[in-house]
C-alpha cells in the first residue's frame, strides 16, 4: 500500500465527507481503543468495496512523504489510538509482527462471511492411474479410489461401501450427495452391483449427471443398478445398453424419460423396477413389457404413467410390490390374480374396492396394513 492520500482511500481520511469518526473506528478522544473486534461489514465499505475491520489490527505502511517515517492504519489491541496519515517516527527496519490491517472485499448482494476458495485443480484420472491401482490387493483398491474420490468431490465424507468376492471388488456404494466426478471407479472392472444414488428422500438432488468415466468399462456382469435421487439422464444411461443381466434397476427421482429406458430393452431379467418420480411415460414402460419375473414395481409419482402402461405388466405373475399413486392409473383390474402383498393406488371406494377386497394376498395397502385401511374406508 502505497499514498494514502490517493482518493481511493479517502474513507480514511480526514475529508470532511469522508472522516472515519472515532465511534466508528473503535476509539475515544484520548485515543483509548476498545480492546475488541468488530464483525466484517459493520461500518460502510470505502470505495474500493473494502470493510476495515476496525478495532483489533495495525498495519506499517510506506509513507510517499519520507521515506523515514511511516503512517499508521486502523486502531490496534493495545490501549494506542491512532488515525490514518498520523506519521510515528520509527526506522524502516522496524517490524510489529503483532500488528497489520485487515480488509474484507464483499463482491455484490447481501454480505456474507464465508470464505469461498477456488476449486484446487486436480489432475485427470488416467489409464495409467486404472493400471496402477488395479495391480494392487482389492482392498487397497478401495482405498486408493477412496482418496481419489475425496480429492476431486470437496465434501464427499469418503464412505465407499464394498464387497468383494474372490479377491475382486464385486459390489460398490457411493452417496452422491457431494459427488461430481466418478473416473477413479473405472478400477473396478468387475462389478455386479453398482450403487450412485444420492441420499433417499432428500429433497435436493445429488449434483451427479456426468457418466462418462464409464464408458469402456465391463459392466456385463451389473445385476443391480441405483441412480436414484441424481441428476443423471438419458444420456448417462446409454452406458449400460449391454447389461442383459440387470434384475435390479433404481431411477428413482431422476431426470430420465422414456427414450432413456430403451437402453434397457434387453433387460429381461429384471426383478425390481423403480420408475417413481420420474417423467417416464407409457411409451417408456413398453421397454419392460418382456420383463415377466418382476417382483417389485414402482411408478409413484410418474403423472404421465397411464393404465396403458401398467398394461405392459399384466402377466406378472411373481409380482408383490405396487407403487401406482399420483399418476393416471384408473383401471386396476388388471391386478386380479397377482399375488400381491404390497399395493399403492389413488383409491376410489366406489372404482377400487371390490377389486381389492379380492386380492387375498394384500398386507399393506397405500402405507398402512391391510385391516387398518379397510377399518378405516368403512368408518368413512
Known amino acids: 500500500m502505497a499514498d494514502k492520500g490517493d482518493s481511493a482511500f479517502d474513507f480514511y481520511l480526514t475529508k470532511p465527507t469522508n472522516t472515519l469518526l472515532s465511534e466508528q473506528a473503535n476509539i475515544i478522544k484520548l485515543g483509548i481503543g476498545l480492546n475488541r473486534t468488530c464483525r466484517v461489514g459493520s461500518y460502510q465499505a470505502n470505495k474500493l468495496g473494502l470493510h476495515d475491520m476496525h478495532g483489533n489490527v495495525w498495519e506499517w505502511c510506506e509513507d510517499v512523504v519520507n521515506t523515514t517515517s511511516r503512517v499508521h492504519l486502523g486502531d490496534a489491541w493495545p490501549h494506542e489510538g491512532c488515525r490514518a496519515n498520523s506519521r510515528y517516527w520509527s526506522p524502516q527496519s ?3 509482527f503483532d500488528l497489520g490491517l485487515r480488509l474484507a472485499r464483499v463482491p455484490s448482494g447481501a454480505l456474507s462471511l464465508e470464505t469461498k476458495m477456488p476449486p484446487v485443480a486436480v489432475a485427470p484420472f488416467t489409464d495409467a492411474d486404472v493400471q496402477r491401482i488395479a495391480a494392487r490387493p482389492a482392498e487397497q483398491q478401495v482405498e486408493e479410489v477412496r482418496k ?3 480429492q476431486r468431490n470437496p465434501g464427499f465424507d469418503g464412505k465407499v461401501g464394498h464387497k468383494i468376492e474372490d479377491g475382486v471388488v464385486a459390489e460398490l456404494r457411493i452417496v452422491t450427495d457431494k459427488v461430481t466426478d466418478i473416473a477413479p471407479i473405472r478400477v473396478f472392472s468387475a462389478l455386479q452391483m453398482l450403487d450412485l444414488s444420492g441420499t433417499a428422500h432428500r429433497e435436493e438432488k445429488g449434483p451427479l449427471t456426468d457418466l462418462t468415466p464409464l464408458a469402456g468399462m465391463n459392466l456385463a456382469g451389473l445385476t443391480k443398478l441405483d441412480l436414484s435421487g441424481t441428476e443423471v439422464g438419458d444420456a448417462g444411461l446409454v452406458h449400460f445398453k449391454g ?3 440387470l434384475t435390479a434397476l433404481q431411477l428413482r427421482g431422476t431426470p430420465v ?3 432413456g429406458l430403451a437402453h434397457f430393452e434387453d433387460c429381461k431379467e ?3 423396477l423403480n420408475l417413481g418420480w420420474t417423467r417416464v411415460g407409457d411409451a417408456g414402460l413398453a421397454h419392460f413389457k418382456d420383463c415377466k419375473n418382476l417382483k417389485g414395481l414402482a411408478l409413484n409419482w410418474a403423472a404421465e404413467v397411464t393404465d396403458a402402461g401398467l398394461a405392459h405388466f399384466k402377466g406378472c405373475s ?3 410390490t405396487l407403487l401406482v399413486d399420483h399418476t393416471k392409473v ?5 391386478l386380479r390374480g397377482m399375488p400381491l ?3 399403492s393406488c389413488d383409491f376410489r371406494p366406489e372404482r377400487d374396492a371390490e377389486i381389492l377386497r379380492s386380492i387375498r394376498t394384500l398386507e399393506t395397502i397405500n402405507g398402512k396394513p391391510a385391516a387398518e385401511f379397510w377399518k378405516e374406508f368403512q368408518k368413512e
Open 148 to 150: 481419489e474420490l475425496m
Open 341 to 343: 402383498k404390497e399395493l
Open 270 to 272: 429384471l426383478q425390481v
Open 257 to 259: 424419460t422414456d427414450a
Open 318 to 320: 411373481d409380482l408383490t
Open 243 to 245: 447389461c442383459k443381466k
Open 94 to 96: 522496524n517490524r510489529e
Open 330 to 334: 384408473t383401471d386396476l383390474s388388471l
